[in-house]
DNA sequence: TAGTTTATCTATAGTACTATAGAAAAATCC
DNA sequence: GGATTTTTCTATAGTACTATAGATAAACTA
């Protein structure tokens, strides 16, 4: 008679279906949170979006912020991932640099609400989620200077390079093209990351008129 | 008996003293959107700042929104001054590219609240007003881009280079840096922008490596 | 198909927030 | 110092939003 799966919940299967129906819900949430901000944002803006009642989420989710959370974290999911799939693949730094800007474009465009949320929301957070999130976001920016440091290490990248620096400043560069990245009329991702990579590897001048 | 400056105020002077206080204010309430985010903030926590009720602050202000408009204002001007002032020196394509990526950085600096108020908020003003900022905003992009392509026509970059994106990619790099420069411990703004120049102009890679 | 579980609905308590009205106090003027 | 103007205050109307409680409906199980 009593069932013992969870100690407390009063009646919540974790069935394929609910979780199925969790992550259309998630999806709602990533996409008002993405076009009105999380505080900009209501309930029944996300429930108008599945034509369900505001109040039908909540056998869902405990909270709006826990509903956040779960957005945030597939987010920068998204990013890490990328990231790391980087690093287990041969190559030298400059190959590995373009790559890293490559594959962290990817999420961008496949998962641009998640992503957006995760950039301009995340603040919100309450504080532990906050922390967890953020420490995914420092594995990335650990990724992309330990690729710039191995590069300076080897002799193929600029010896007086402050890598920390310089992944800050490749990350807000790729980062900032999901604010104006346009899937259906703009560059694809792929032209982007190749501009990009050009312009961190070898920059923007003419290499007759160095000096 | 009737004065006639305004049409419709009723008793709303504009001496220098209101413009200051409607200045301190404007100062909380850039504060406190840099911090909570539009939607995150109520006008209650701008009065408290400020040590005044919350209805003291619409004797200044017909709205919150107004507000926003205005914090966002005092951001984008800092930006479009900074990089009209560059224009206005002379110099190489490089220098003037050096130039706008130091001066964009000031503001930054000296304006923090007000900055990243119209980098993060701006989306959430109402159309006409964000049409009006927008403006101002594109016409730094336009400079930047200006200013690359003056480069490419004469020479001293590359000629391949997509001018567009790459003055995404510097804006892009220079902004993020509002989301972790710190004005006390970390590298000071000139430290920064001499190192993003040196990536711009010329990548990371050393030179005896290229191919 | 009766019983049980899962999902959604109606209704609302409780709270918070913006903006307005009008009184009071403070500053300024003559 | 009395009148006038400027600023801030108290009080609140009106609205919106989160989250909970409990009632139904739909789906599943035996």
Chains 1, 2 share one sequence.
Not at 57 to 72: D, G, I, Q, R, T
Not at 168 to 178: E, K, Q, R, T, Y
Request: glycine fraction near 6%.
């Amino acid at each position: 008679m009593a069932k013992r799966k969870s100690k407390t919940a009063k009646h919540e299967p974790s069935s394929a279906t609910r979780q199925r129906r969790r992550a259309e819900i998630i999806d709602a949430a990533a996409h008002i949170f993405a076009r009105r901000g999380f505080h900009g944002a209501s309930t029944q803006d996300i429930a108008d979006v599945l034509g369900v009642r505001q109040a039908s989420l909540y056998y869902y989710f405990p909270s709006k912020e826990v509903a956040l959370e779960m957005v945030c974290a597939r987010g920068v999911e998204g990013f890490v991932e990328a990231a790391i799939s980087v690093t287990e693949t041969p190559g030298t730094a400059a190959q590995k640099t373009a790559g890293l800007i490559q594959s962290h474009l990817n999420p961008l465009r496949d998962r641009r609400d998640y992503v957006n949320v995760f950039l301009n929301e995340r603040r919100h957070l309450p504080t532990e989620s906050r922390r967890r999130i953020g420490r995914h976001s420092r594995a990335v920016e650990k990724i992309f200077q330990d690729v710039l440091r191995a590069g300076v290490e080897d002799g193929e990248f600029r010896a007086d390079l402050d890598t920390r620096l310089a992944a800050l400043a490749i990350l807000g560069m790729v980062n900032a093209v999901a604010a104006w990245y346009d899937k259906e009329r703009g560059a694809p991702v792929e032209r982007i990351a190749q501009e990009f990579a050009a312009l961190v590897l070898d920059g923007i001048r003419k290499k007759s008129s160095r000096r």
